[in-house]
Protein backbone atom coordinates (compact mmCIF):
# COMPACT_ATOMS: atom_id res chain seq x y z
CA UNK A 1 0.00 0.00 0.00
CA UNK A 2 2.95 2.17 0.82
CA UNK A 3 5.24 1.85 -2.29
CA UNK A 4 1.49 1.60 -4.41
CA UNK A 5 2.33 -0.90 -5.95
CA UNK A 6 -1.45 -1.59 -7.22
CA UNK A 7 -2.05 1.85 -7.97
CA UNK A 8 -4.70 2.43 -5.38
CA UNK A 9 -5.91 5.89 -6.76
CA UNK A 10 -8.28 6.20 -3.52
CA UNK A 11 -6.78 7.90 -0.85
CA UNK A 12 -9.17 6.65 2.12
CA UNK A 13 -8.65 2.61 0.89
CA UNK A 14 -5.58 3.05 0.80
CA UNK A 15 -5.97 4.46 4.52
CA UNK A 16 -7.97 1.67 5.48
CA UNK A 17 -6.09 -1.25 3.92
CA UNK A 18 -2.60 0.59 5.54
CA UNK A 19 -4.52 0.65 8.90
CA UNK A 20 -6.05 -3.10 8.78
CA UNK A 21 -2.51 -3.68 8.26
CA UNK A 22 -0.16 -2.31 10.63
CA UNK A 23 -2.95 -2.88 13.53
CA UNK A 24 -3.16 -6.45 12.66
CA UNK A 25 0.93 -6.75 12.47
CA UNK A 26 1.97 -4.13 15.06
CA UNK A 27 2.45 -7.01 17.52
CA UNK A 28 4.14 -9.40 15.59
CA UNK A 29 6.72 -6.96 13.84
CA UNK A 30 10.44 -7.58 14.96
CA UNK A 31 10.82 -3.77 14.30
CA UNK A 32 8.05 -1.99 16.11
CA UNK A 33 9.54 1.92 15.80
CA UNK A 34 10.50 1.52 12.45
CA UNK A 35 6.96 0.59 11.75
CA UNK A 36 5.60 2.77 13.73
CA UNK A 37 7.35 5.72 12.00
CA UNK A 38 6.36 4.64 8.90
CA UNK A 39 2.84 4.45 9.41
CA UNK A 40 3.08 7.80 11.07
CA UNK A 41 4.75 9.54 8.22
CA UNK A 42 2.18 7.79 5.76
CA UNK A 43 -0.97 8.64 8.07
CA UNK A 44 -3.31 11.28 7.61
CA UNK A 45 -6.69 10.03 9.13
CA UNK A 46 -6.23 11.21 13.13
CA UNK A 47 -8.93 8.43 14.14
CA UNK A 48 -6.20 5.48 12.62
CA UNK A 49 -3.05 7.60 13.53
CA UNK A 50 -5.05 7.57 17.47
CA UNK A 51 -5.15 4.23 17.20
CA UNK A 52 -1.88 2.63 16.04
CA UNK A 53 -0.51 5.52 18.34
CA UNK A 54 -2.07 3.98 21.16
CA UNK A 55 -1.15 0.18 20.07
CA UNK A 56 2.49 1.11 19.59
CA UNK A 57 2.74 3.17 23.28
CA UNK A 58 1.24 -0.02 24.95
CA UNK A 59 3.58 -2.43 22.82
CA UNK A 60 6.49 -0.27 24.06
CA UNK A 61 5.79 -0.69 27.68
CA UNK A 62 5.58 -4.13 27.11
CA UNK A 63 9.20 -4.90 26.08
CA UNK A 64 11.11 -8.52 26.32
CA UNK A 65 12.56 -8.36 29.73
CA UNK A 66 9.89 -6.21 31.28
CA UNK A 67 8.30 -7.40 34.22
CA UNK A 68 4.94 -9.19 32.93
CA UNK A 69 1.44 -7.99 33.80
CA UNK A 70 0.10 -10.18 36.80
CA UNK A 71 -3.22 -11.50 37.18
CA UNK A 72 -4.94 -13.88 39.30
CA UNK A 73 -7.63 -16.14 37.35
CA UNK A 74 -9.64 -19.50 39.19
CA UNK A 75 -8.78 -22.28 37.85
CA UNK A 76 -11.69 -25.10 37.51
CA UNK A 77 -11.88 -25.73 41.50
CA UNK A 78 -12.60 -22.08 42.13
CA UNK A 79 -8.37 -21.65 43.16
CA UNK A 80 -6.98 -18.74 42.56
CA UNK A 81 -3.93 -18.71 40.34
CA UNK A 82 -1.36 -16.02 40.14
CA UNK A 83 1.16 -15.36 37.75
CA UNK A 84 3.08 -13.86 40.90
CA UNK A 85 3.48 -17.34 42.65
CA UNK A 86 4.81 -19.29 39.22
CA UNK A 87 7.93 -17.60 39.97
CA UNK A 88 10.66 -19.82 39.18
CA UNK A 89 9.18 -21.57 36.57
CA UNK A 90 9.56 -20.94 32.87
CA UNK A 91 5.39 -20.11 32.07
CA UNK A 92 3.86 -20.87 28.63
CA UNK A 93 0.45 -18.84 28.19
CA UNK A 94 -2.24 -19.52 26.20
CA UNK A 95 -4.62 -17.64 25.61
CA UNK A 96 -7.45 -19.39 24.03
CA UNK A 97 -11.61 -19.83 23.78
CA UNK A 98 -14.04 -22.63 23.03
CA UNK A 99 -15.32 -21.52 19.61
CA UNK A 100 -11.47 -21.27 18.34
CA UNK A 101 -10.94 -23.92 15.84
CA UNK A 102 -7.11 -23.30 15.98
CA UNK A 103 -7.34 -23.10 19.29
CA UNK A 104 -8.33 -26.06 19.47
CA UNK A 105 -5.98 -27.53 16.92
CA UNK A 106 -3.46 -26.90 19.28
CA UNK A 107 -4.56 -28.98 22.34
CA UNK A 108 -3.27 -32.41 21.31
CA UNK A 109 0.34 -30.94 20.11
CA UNK A 110 0.66 -29.44 24.02
CA UNK A 111 -0.24 -32.33 25.63
CA UNK A 112 2.44 -33.94 23.42
CA UNK A 113 4.87 -31.26 24.55
CA UNK A 114 4.10 -31.05 28.15
CA UNK A 115 5.00 -35.00 28.07
CA UNK A 116 8.37 -34.28 26.09
CA UNK A 117 9.36 -31.54 28.21
CA UNK A 118 7.66 -32.47 31.69
CA UNK A 119 11.25 -33.03 33.42
CA UNK A 120 11.50 -29.34 33.25
CA UNK A 121 10.56 -26.21 35.42
CA UNK A 122 8.16 -24.94 32.78
CA UNK A 123 4.57 -23.92 33.41
CA UNK A 124 1.71 -24.50 30.85
CA UNK A 125 -1.09 -22.26 31.53
CA UNK A 126 -4.34 -22.22 29.58
CA UNK A 127 -6.18 -19.27 29.81
CA UNK A 128 -9.35 -19.14 28.11
CA UNK A 129 -11.36 -16.10 27.26
CA UNK A 130 -14.76 -14.96 25.25
CA UNK A 131 -16.34 -18.02 26.28
CA UNK A 132 -18.83 -19.44 28.92
CA UNK A 133 -18.20 -21.53 31.95
CA UNK A 134 -20.00 -24.21 31.58
CA UNK A 135 -18.55 -25.10 27.70
CA UNK A 136 -15.10 -24.57 29.22
CA UNK A 137 -15.40 -26.41 32.07
CA UNK A 138 -16.87 -29.51 30.05
CA UNK A 139 -14.04 -28.92 27.23
CA UNK A 140 -11.48 -29.61 29.42
CA UNK A 141 -12.71 -32.19 30.53
CA UNK A 142 -13.55 -34.22 27.70
CA UNK A 143 -10.44 -33.13 25.61
CA UNK A 144 -7.98 -34.01 29.12
CA UNK A 145 -6.30 -30.61 28.45
CA UNK A 146 -3.17 -30.74 30.24
CA UNK A 147 -1.73 -28.05 32.24
CA UNK A 148 -3.17 -25.39 34.49
CA UNK A 149 -6.62 -24.36 33.08
CA UNK A 150 -7.75 -21.33 34.51
CA UNK A 151 -11.04 -19.37 32.92
CA UNK A 152 -11.24 -15.08 33.18
CA UNK A 153 -14.46 -13.06 33.87
CA UNK A 154 -15.44 -10.50 31.83
CA UNK A 155 -13.27 -8.39 34.00
CA UNK A 156 -10.25 -9.93 33.80
CA UNK A 157 -10.89 -10.79 30.26
CA UNK A 158 -10.09 -6.97 29.35
CA UNK A 159 -7.70 -6.38 31.45
CA UNK A 160 -5.73 -9.63 29.87
CA UNK A 161 -6.68 -7.97 26.74
CA UNK A 162 -5.05 -4.44 27.37
CA UNK A 163 -2.01 -6.22 29.36
CA UNK A 164 -1.14 -8.51 26.95
CA UNK A 165 -2.44 -6.67 23.32
CA UNK A 166 -4.86 -9.34 22.49
CA UNK A 167 -6.01 -9.10 19.31
CA UNK A 168 -6.76 -12.23 17.90
CA UNK A 169 -6.79 -16.19 19.27
CA UNK A 170 -4.79 -18.29 20.02
CA UNK A 171 -2.14 -16.24 21.16
CA UNK A 172 0.59 -17.39 23.02
CA UNK A 173 3.15 -15.73 25.59
CA UNK A 174 6.20 -17.11 27.17
CA UNK A 175 6.99 -15.52 30.88
CA UNK A 176 10.73 -16.46 31.99
CA UNK A 177 11.55 -17.76 35.59
CA UNK A 178 11.91 -14.22 37.15
CA UNK A 179 8.33 -13.34 36.21
CA UNK A 180 10.01 -11.19 32.95
CA UNK A 181 8.59 -11.40 29.08
CA UNK A 182 10.80 -13.50 27.20
CA UNK A 183 8.52 -13.32 24.14
CA UNK A 184 5.49 -11.81 23.89
CA UNK A 185 4.11 -13.43 20.42
CA UNK A 186 5.59 -17.26 21.08
CA UNK A 187 5.55 -20.11 18.59
CA UNK A 188 2.46 -22.19 18.93
CA UNK A 189 2.98 -25.99 20.82
CA UNK A 190 2.19 -27.61 17.15
CA UNK A 191 5.79 -25.06 15.89
CA UNK A 192 8.48 -27.77 16.10
CA UNK A 193 10.66 -24.71 16.88
CA UNK A 194 8.95 -23.90 20.38
CA UNK A 195 10.38 -26.85 21.95
CA UNK A 196 13.90 -25.90 20.73
CA UNK A 197 13.38 -22.11 21.98
CA UNK A 198 11.71 -23.07 25.49
CA UNK A 199 14.81 -25.42 26.63
CA UNK A 200 17.15 -22.70 25.29
CA UNK A 201 15.22 -20.30 27.63
CA UNK A 202 15.76 -23.44 30.90
CA UNK A 203 19.31 -23.26 29.69
CA UNK A 204 19.51 -19.59 29.65
CA UNK A 205 18.00 -18.88 32.91
CA UNK A 206 19.69 -21.75 34.95
CA UNK A 207 22.84 -21.00 33.86
CA UNK A 208 23.05 -24.79 32.02
CA UNK A 209 26.37 -24.93 30.30
CA UNK A 210 27.86 -27.49 27.62
CA UNK A 211 29.13 -30.97 28.55
CA UNK A 212 31.68 -31.65 25.91
CA UNK A 213 32.76 -35.78 25.96
CA UNK A 214 36.18 -36.28 24.63
CA UNK A 215 38.03 -39.82 24.75
CA UNK A 216 40.88 -40.73 26.61
CA UNK A 217 42.74 -40.94 23.03
CA UNK A 218 42.20 -37.21 22.38
CA UNK A 219 43.75 -36.27 25.75
CA UNK A 220 47.09 -38.22 24.89
Not at 54 to 70: D, E, F, M, Q, S
Not at 190 to 198: A, I
Request: glycine share 4%; charged share 30%.
Amino acid sequence: VLNDEYILTNRKLKEEIAHKTVSLTIDKTNNLDKLFETYKTFARDSIYLIDITHKYTRLKGTPKGAIAPNFSIPNENGEFISLEKLKGNVVYIDFWATWCKPCLNEINPSKELQKKLAKYDITFLNICIESKFDTWNSLISAKNIKGINLFADNKTEQKLKEDYFIQGLPRYVIIDKNGKIFDFNAKKPSDYELEDELLKIIRYTYGYKKIYIVSFKDLM
